[in-house]
């Protein structure tokens, strides 16, 4: 038999106890006793005496156990086990409902989707509520969003919330669904509460339902007054793989590009079950229309995938959505992938010449600037300016995306913070080391103990070696292997891979430094400085052929930094000579400019834009794929004011809309597009099987039922919790009758008991 309270803090209230005492002893008086003559016939009796003491204390004993009850009767205690399962019937309860929202429950080859039933079983639920229960709802996916904020007695808004839920997209977390519905029922006011998870009992939602879910789950219970019990409904019974064809996520090779580059997008088409699909149709969709010319049939074998690849110019400026697609089968959720990308008619970029020698020819920048800006080009992809690095300010910055330092020695701390607060709010940074760079200021003050701007600390020059039998030092073909790099892996003769280094700094990630460099002096220990946990670790995108690092990038806040180990003109390289060079730095500064408007997230993360420094965020509403229109907030700083919205729990295409003036029609042709995308690996759809439900319900954590009926059962047997508040209150009633009918009988007796003071002689 087990005995608590819901509300154990209103037991403070027996302290009142203690009240009627006091103001009994502060009532008592001391009288002086006067003898006269006829006061002999008024005396009470010894046994008179005794009786009106007795029912005094009685009175008193009554007003106490009345404060008592009531405080008692407060704290709502509660009893359950024994002989009172035998009579109790069903109690009131609290019951958060969690709803698996995804893409697997919109499997559509029965005549009811498992997400329809999923509805069709929480109204049922809700029709065998009784006055006084309470309800939420809750809808998991990746993460995790309480349809209503708290537990309600309104059953009509329960409901239109489950008409109301988006359809299911994306991958969904069902132990944080459970853990948000504990947190829920534990601030219910009922003696019974209930978890109830309902999903098509796919395999993937508890991927990561291990020791620490478990042992979360636990405390929950334990800190909770009344424990609650997870019950866990599964609208599918349980059958064979299915078949499935999925559409993976799409790589672009830049999310930046410019009005006729050409843009690869490769994906793979996977396939999950027991037999190989037909042949399947993929298109290729530009704002969401199938280009008649970019189609390509492909059969994939069992559990096999192929690799798609397509490739597209963009005829106009503005945001874009690219599409891969295949037709619909039985799981449409996973057979369109998409990705955002933004096209300009050039890419503003500045490069800062670290030299001053009066021969522009001489300059660091020179074979750069010709490389992007070529004067015989009218319509350049990047349009290049240059300063010199005493000339470098904030105002120098203009609208450039990029800043390329070429061989800077080092800069003032003025110009530094203006890098790093550029860098920080989404802009690109290249340096290009050489020889006149100041090493030791690079550590110290880039590089930073790995907080700084620079990739990797810097070690020292290296030299090719001289000897005719030595190999000359190239970039290993091998080493390329990020999206937009790899392209130079396969390339043409006196291409990239062909371009040789006679000088490059070499680098490390984890630099060895005398303890007095990053301690207080009197140490002289030798320590390891690590990156700091705060940045990014840094990615080698390529290597020279000795193993050293070429290129090293991060990023850095919202924008990118990259650092190449040698120089941008011929003084260390031949690579400007090469073919290639205007490629790669194309493809380089491109990257860099990329991290300015992400375009494609992950579930949850947040989506920005620059906005002009004269409009307001309210000026602005971005457009969630359920066509909800979202209030953005502000972000960025008053010299690149942005906005910002955090609520992308639902994956699929935004749109970022300017409000038009009132009375005037939205423009759609102007919006900005966003993609956040989720996690496809429940594509893949594999049913729990026996013995992966067994250890999900080991020691009572879940436990499965079928029907309504079977939840409401089990709260009426076995561990039944009865509340007997209301009995206490009747008690209560009891009491003060009584108390009534005695302070009555005092009074009309006119007898009040005094004690006797000894009269001072």
Known sequence: MSFDFLNPWMLAGLAGVSLPVLAHLLSR??????????????????????????????????????????????????????IINSFASRPACDIAIVIDSSYSTDWNAKAQTPREQAVRWAKALLDQLGPGETVGLIDARETVEAMIPSLTRDRSLIRESLVDLPKPSGSSRLNDGILRGLQMVNAGTNVSRHVVVVTDGQLHPWRDADEHLWLQLKELREQATVPADVWVVSTQKQQARQNNDAVDRLQLSRELTVVDFPVRIRTRLKNSGAKAAANRKVYLEVDGQRLADKMISVRVEPDGQATIEFEHRFRTPGSHVIAVSIDNDNLPGDDRSEAAIEITDALPILLVDGSTHPDPARSEIFFAKSALSAVANPTPWIKARTVFTNGFSQASIGDAQVILLANIPRLTDGQLDVIKDFVDSGGGLGIALGDQIDQEWYNSRLFDRGRGLLPAWLEKIESAPSGLDEAPITIESESLQLPWISRFQTGGDDGLLDARFSKWHSTT??????????????????????????????????????????????PFGRGRVALMTSTLDADWTTLPARPDYVAFLHEWIFQLASGRVTRNVDTGSPLFYPIAQEDNATDWVFINPEGRELDPLPAGDELRPMVRLDQTHLPGTYRLRKRPPNGEKANPVSDEFFVVNFDRAESELTPLSDERWAELTDENRLQRIETPEELFASSETGTARVEFWHLLLLAFLAILVGEVFMTRRLVQGGQVFVDEVPTPE
């Open 29 to 82: 008086r001391k009288y002086d006793t006067v003898d006269w003559g006829a006061m002999q016939f008024l005396e009470i009796g010894r046994n008179a005496r005794r009786r009106i003491k007795l029912e005094e204390l009685l009175l008193l004993a009554l007003r106490m156990g009345m404060i008592a009850l009531i405080a008692i009767a407060l704290s709502r205690p509660w009893i359950s086990g024994g």
């Open 509 to 554: 990630l984890q630099p060895k430094l005398p303890a007095e460099n990053i301690s207080p002096p009197s140490s002289n220990a030798a320590v390891q400085v690590t990156e700091s946990t705060d940045r990014p670790a840094a990615a080698t995108a390529g290597r020279y052929s000795n193993g050293d690092a070429f290129l090293l990038s991060r």
